[in-house]
């Protein structure tokens, strides 16, 4: 909250966040977030354990929706549209908006079925061959193809963790999404699946807008092009990747990036 | 971290007092394992106890003596028109047809008392019964001599069993001393002899203990059972799917659930009472009548169901319907396509546990007449009938000796009905759990 004009001078932004706050019960978890997120490339919201990013994630998909007592006021536009208003069905948002969680969850279903079930509930597709060509895509853009063309029918269970959590962002890519939120993606991978990960990033970041929450710095200063820093359920700093960590303007920011606080 | 007290090199965890801790520490699980185990022993001794004297006391039941007779169809007695018109040959004098196959037997005994103590060795109805229907159904065998094999009387066949002493004064005991000898001499000769009892498993319920079996009750049980799941299953699935995943959290939500956490702990009387004042005296349903008892089953069950239903529901990780919601599934689509699939092993053991509870189910049984003596198979739903644990309890009201065998007998029966749904639950259990 220390340079206003720039978290939302963005020019034509996929999200433009004003003024969002996000209450459990009587407990507010996120005090005013105002931010615009760009149409394409990798956005970082970084911070300490319990700072609010996660929450504020699930602002974007209205995946608070399903927790009993949450409460979201502000206001949160997607392409100019208010996503929190009475003419938007969450469900049909949700497939604009898709989202990859901390802990791989395929399906206990084939990996084909896996991918195909989004298309399958959105009716994306009119033919067997078609949705064969959807999965097929889906499964290469995630860089997975190669590694489990041969055993589709296979559960997506079986495969290893890297696997299960690109398996799961195919799923997500099937749906035809704009935006791609991850929270914390790598968190449960091991550094040579977390560099697959990294890699799938960067090629994704051409044609979505993605949003990832990470607790690692270092990924966050590889993947993104703009890094959020919030602290107790502020939004301390966002800017420019390159300037966040390079030249912070608060010094709480600082204090995080070099390790003094976290 | 070393003691102060101590030398600077002996840790806290290697003096005298951290040996005598770490004794104190394995005494207390060592003492708790033990007691564990003499739970265990205690648990199995009463299993083993209960299925040794079932077993022991039924495992009699399971053959039956018989005799071979020579049986002269007489036509001077059965058909003295020549006719042989099925009315008249279905009520001729068959009684007197066995009588006189005995006697021939015997050609010796000659008093009124002695005949009618010879005839008492085999079994009366069941004999006659099964020359009548010879008959009956080949009229052509009139004037013939046919072989059969007959039960013995229940008396013959208890004393070849053990269960009557010959050492025991004559007047005390069921057999005479002349019962007893004729009876040796038809062992001797192969003429009675121990045969597995189909009729156990053929037979309905009857007044003669030798004539009796489960046949009946186990077809009004397996009958009733299926109306309890027909009836149960969907309502109880369906009603635990809304109150977990849809009812709004309010207070009409709350008195609905605490009631069905009682009704489970509900006597099952209470559901036979609420049984007869509903279905047959409000709706005037059949009175014994499956469909009446498969009705107040359901109803027993349907607690159970729903608790099990929604304890599997819950314990579906919460990730997989996240990842459903994240693609733009609804609720709906989310709870059916994941939740309710990966809820259906568990789902599945607790209804199958309730039916094996049902099963074994008698007092609400009693309380809509499903208590009769019924000695017909019944053939559909509504026609009246027993059940395997009502037959369990009406033999074991019964005088006679050989009841007891049959009880426990029937019990072993319906043992082995539960064990089977049970090991059924399992398979299908691990079975669906290695698909999913």
Same mark, same amino acid.
């Given at each position: 909250?220390?340079?206003?004009?720039?978290?939302?001078?963005?020019?034509?932004?996929?999200?433009?966040?004003?003024?969002?706050?996000?209450?459990?019960?009587?407990?507010?978890?996120?005090?005013?977030?105002?931010?615009?997120?760009?149409?394409?490339?990798?956005?970082?919201?970084?911070?300490?354990?319990?700072?609010?990013?996660?929450?504020?994630?699930?602002?974007?998909?209205?995946?608070?929706?399903?927790?009993?007592?949450?409460?979201?006021?502000?206001?949160?536009?997607?392409?100019?549209?208010?996503?929190?208003?009475?003419?938007?069905?969450?469900?049909?948002?949700?497939?604009?908006?898709?989202?990859?969680?901390?802990?791989?969850?395929?399906?206990?279903?084939?990996?084909?079925?896996?991918?195909?079930?989004?298309?399958?509930?959105?009716?994306?597709?009119?033919?067997?061959?078609?949705?064969?060509?959807?999965?097929?895509?889906?499964?290469?853009?995630?860089?997975?193809?190669?590694?489990?063309?041969?055993?589709?029918?296979?559960?997506?269970?079986?495969?290893?963790?890297?696997?299960?959590?690109?398996?799961?962002?195919?799923?997500?890519?099937?749906?035809?999404?704009?935006?791609?939120?991850?929270?914390?993606?790598?968190?449960?991978?091991?550094?040579?699946?977390?560099?697959?990960?990294?890699?799938?990033?960067?090629?994704?970041?051409?044609?979505?807008?993605?949003?990832?929450?990470?607790?690692?710095?270092?990924?966050?200063?590889?993947?993104?092009?703009?890094?959020?820093?919030?602290?107790?359920?502020?939004?301390?700093?966002?800017?420019?990747?390159?300037?966040?960590?390079?030249?912070?303007?608060?010094?709480?920011?600082?204090?995080?990036?070099?390790?003094?606080?976290? | 971290?070393?003691?102060?007290?101590?030398?600077?090199?002996?840790?806290?965890?290697?003096?005298?007092?951290?040996?005598?801790?770490?004794?104190?520490?394995?005494?207390?699980?060592?003492?708790?394992?033990?007691?564990?185990?003499?739970?265990?022993?205690?648990?199995?001794?009463?299993?083993?106890?209960?299925?040794?004297?079932?077993?022991?006391?039924?495992?009699?039941?399971?053959?039956?003596?018989?005799?071979?007779?020579?049986?002269?169809?007489?036509?001077?007695?059965?058909?003295?028109?020549?006719?042989?018109?099925?009315?008249?040959?279905?009520?001729?004098?068959?009684?007197?047809?066995?009588?006189?196959?005995?006697?021939?037997?015997?050609?010796?005994?000659?008093?009124?008392?002695?005949?009618?103590?010879?005839?008492?060795?085999?079994?009366?109805?069941?004999?006659?019964?099964?020359?009548?229907?010879?008959?009956?159904?080949?009229?052509?065998?009139?004037?013939?001599?046919?072989?059969?094999?007959?039960?013995?009387?229940?008396?013959?066949?208890?004393?070849?069993?053990?269960?009557?002493?010959?050492?025991?004064?004559?007047?005390?005991?069921?057999?005479?001393?002349?019962?007893?000898?004729?009876?040796?001499?038809?062992?001797?000769?192969?003429?009675?002899?121990?045969?597995?009892?189909?009729?156990?498993?053929?037979?309905?319920?009857?007044?003669?203990?030798?004539?009796?079996?489960?046949?009946?009750?186990?077809?009004?049980?397996?009958?009733?059972? #299926?109306? *309890?799941?027909?009836?149960?299953?969907?309502?109880? @699935? %369906?009603? &635990?799917?809304? !109150?977990? =995943?849809? +009812? $709004?959290?309010?207070?009409?939500?709350?008195?609905?659930?605490?009631?069905?956490?009682?009704?489970?702990?509900?006597?099952?009387?209470?559901?036979?009472?609420?049984?007869?004042?509903?279905?047959?005296?409000?709706?005037?349903?059949?009175?014994?009548?499956?469909?009446?008892?498969?009705?107040?089953?359901?109803?027993?069950?349907?607690?159970?169901?729903?608790?099990?239903?929604?304890?599997?529901?819950?314990?579906?990780?919460?990730?997989?319907?996240?990842?459903?919601?994240?693609?733009?599934?609804?609720?709906?689509?989310?709870?059916?396509?994941?939740?309710?699939? #990966?809820? *259906?092993?568990?789902?599945?053991?607790?209804?199958? @546990? %309730?039916? &094996?509870?049902? !099963?074994? =189910?008698? +007092? $609400?049984?009693?309380?809509?007449?499903?208590?009769?003596?019924?000695?017909?198979?019944?053939?559909?739903?509504?026609?009246?009938?027993?059940?395997?644990?009502?037959?369990?309890?009406?033999?074991?009201?019964?005088?006679?000796?050989?009841?007891?065998?049959?009880?426990?007998?029937?019990?072993?029966?319906?043992?082995?009905?539960?064990?089977?749904?049970?090991?059924?639950?399992?398979?299908?259990?691990?079975?669906?759990?290695?698909?999913?």
């Amino acid at each position: 909250m220390v340079d206003m004009s720039s978290p939302t001078g963005l020019e034509d932004p996929k999200f433009q966040v004003r003024d969002v706050r996000v209450s459990y019960g009587d407990n507010e978890a996120l005090h005013g977030i105002s931010l615009d997120i760009p149409k394409t490339g990798v956005t970082a919201f970084i911070g300490p354990s319990g700072c609010g990013k996660s929450t504020f994630l699930r602002v974007f998909n209205r995946m608070n929706d399903t927790i009993p007592n949450a409460r979201v006021t502000g206001e949160v536009l997607l392409d100019g549209q208010d996503i929190y208003g009475p003419d938007i069905d969450p469900v049909l948002l949700r497939a604009r908006v898709g989202m990859v969680f901390q802990k791989p969850n395929p399906f206990p279903k084939s990996i084909y079925d896996n991918v195909a079930y989004g298309p399958r509930i959105h009716g994306l597709t009119t033919s067997a061959a078609e949705l064969d060509g959807v999965v097929e895509k889906s499964l290469r853009r995630a860089a997975l193809w190669d590694e489990v063309k041969d055993r589709l029918n296979e559960q997506g269970t079986s495969l290893s963790g890297g696997q299960q959590q690109r398996l799961v962002i195919a799923r997500a890519i099937a749906v035809q999404p704009e935006v791609i939120l991850m929270d914390e993606p790598a968190s449960a991978l091991d550094p040579i699946a977390t560099a697959k990960l990294e890699e799938l990033l960067d090629e994704l970041k051409e044609k979505y807008c993605i949003v990832i929450v990470t607790h690692s710095m270092a990924q966050a200063a590889r993947v993104s092009q703009r890094t959020a820093f919030f602290h107790l359920g502020h939004l301390v700093e966002y800017d420019l990747t390159n300037k966040v960590f390079t030249n912070p303007t608060d010094t709480r920011t600082q204090d995080y990036i070099t390790g003094r606080t976290g | 971290m070393s003691d102060p007290a101590n030398s600077e090199t002996i840790s806290v965890h290697q003096s005298e007092q951290a040996a005598s801790r770490l004794k104190r520490r394995k005494r207390r699980e060592s003492g708790f394992q033990l007691l564990g185990i003499s739970a265990i022993v205690a648990a199995l001794t009463a299993l083993v106890w209960l299925m040794v004297s079932i077993v022991g006391t039924g495992y009699t039941a399971f053959y039956q003596h018989h005799m071979s007779i020579e049986v002269v169809l007489d036509e001077s007695l059965l058909d003295p028109t020549g006719a042989r018109d099925p009315d008249a040959l279905r009520k001729a004098n068959y009684r007197r047809i066995v009588q006189n196959t005995l006697y021939d037997r015997f050609p010796e005994i000659t008093e009124r008392r002695a005949k009618q103590a010879l005839f008492k060795t085999v079994s009366a109805s069941g004999a006659t019964d099964m020359v009548r229907q010879m008959v009956y159904n080949d009229p052509s065998l009139v004037g013939q001599t046919i072989s059969l094999i007959v039960p013995t009387s229940d008396d013959v066949d208890q004393f070849l069993k053990g269960y009557i002493d010959r050492d025991v004064p004559e007047d005390r005991r069921k057999l005479s001393d002349q019962q007893i000898g004729w009876v040796d001499t038809l062992v001797e000769t192969g003429e009675i002899r121990a045969r597995f009892n189909w009729a156990f498993f053929t037979a309905t319920d009857s007044r003669d203990p030798e004539l009796a079996g489960i046949a009946g009750a186990v077809a009004g049980s397996f009958m009733a059972l #299926l109306v *309890a799941f027909l009836v149960a299953v969907p309502i109880g @699935i %369906g009603a &635990a799917v809304y !109150l977990e =995943e849809f +009812a $709004p959290e309010n207070l009409l939500t709350d008195i609905v659930e605490i009631n069905i956490n009682n009704l489970a702990a509900v006597p099952s009387i209470i559901f036979g009472l609420l049984g007869l004042a509903v279905f047959l005296n409000f709706f005037g349903m059949p009175r014994s009548a499956p469909l009446v008892g498969g009705l107040v089953l359901a109803l027993m069950t349907l607690p159970t169901i729903i608790i099990a239903t929604r304890a599997a529901l819950r314990a579906v990780s919460p990730s997989i319907v996240n990842g459903a919601l994240s693609l733009g599934a609804s609720k709906t689509q989310a709870v059916f396509h994941h939740k309710v699939p #990966l809820a *259906a092993p568990g789902i599945l053991t607790g209804t199958i @546990i %309730g039916m &094996a509870q049902a !099963l074994g =189910e008698t +007092a $609400p049984l009693l309380m809509i007449g499903m208590v009769a003596f019924v000695t017909e198979i019944p053939t559909s739903v509504t026609e009246p009938a027993s059940a395997l644990p009502v037959q369990i309890f009406l033999w074991a009201d019964s005088a006679e000796r050989a009841w007891a065998e049959r009880t426990s007998a029937a019990i072993i029966a319906l043992l082995v009905v539960l064990v089977s749904m049970n090991a059924l639950a399992i398979f299908l259990r691990s079975k669906l759990e290695k698909r999913w």
